[in-house]
């Protein structure tokens, strides 16, 4: 790896989830670009792939459905994504079923779902 971007690389991996995805916006913001590999488009594409693209959902929530067994588990994940406090995470947790966060780009939502299910609970996409 280059020297000059090393520094750079090491800073990132330090990061959490929530501080990546607002770097990421941030340098979207700052240089028009899309992180998004769905967003990318071949110069000269046929004009009719626009409005499918724009029809398609961009934001999603995630709906806690049940906790399961695993209650803990499920407070330390979303304590973590939603970047709250142990409280404020548990106190969330046990309004279940509940809405955890809305307006989540769709690979976070994914992956938060996936999350909550792999420590036993339940969660949809909305």
């Known amino acids: ?46 004009p009719g792939a626009a409005p499918e693209a724009a029809s398609e959902k961009t934001e999603f929530a995630v709906h806690l459905t049940a906790t399961g067994d695993q209650k803990i588990q499920i407070i330390k994940i979303v304590k973590e994504v939603l970047g709250l406090g142990l409280k ?26 996936a999350d909550i299910e792999a420590a036993g609970g339940k969660a949809e996409l909305k």
């Not at 750079?8 to 929530?18: A, D, G, L, N, P």
């Open 1 to 46: 790896m280059n020297d000059k971007f090393k520094e750079i690389v090491e800073k990132i991996e330090t990061m959490s989830v929530i501080d990546l995805s607002e770097l990421v916006k941030v340098l979207e913001e700052k240089f028009g670009v899309s992180a998004s590999a769905g967003m990318m488009m071949a110069p000269g594409a046929a």
């Open 88 to 113: 404020e995470a548990k106190d969330l947790v046990d309004k279940a079923p509940t809405m955890l966060k809305e307006g989540m780009k769709k690979e976070e939502a994914e992956k938060m779902k």
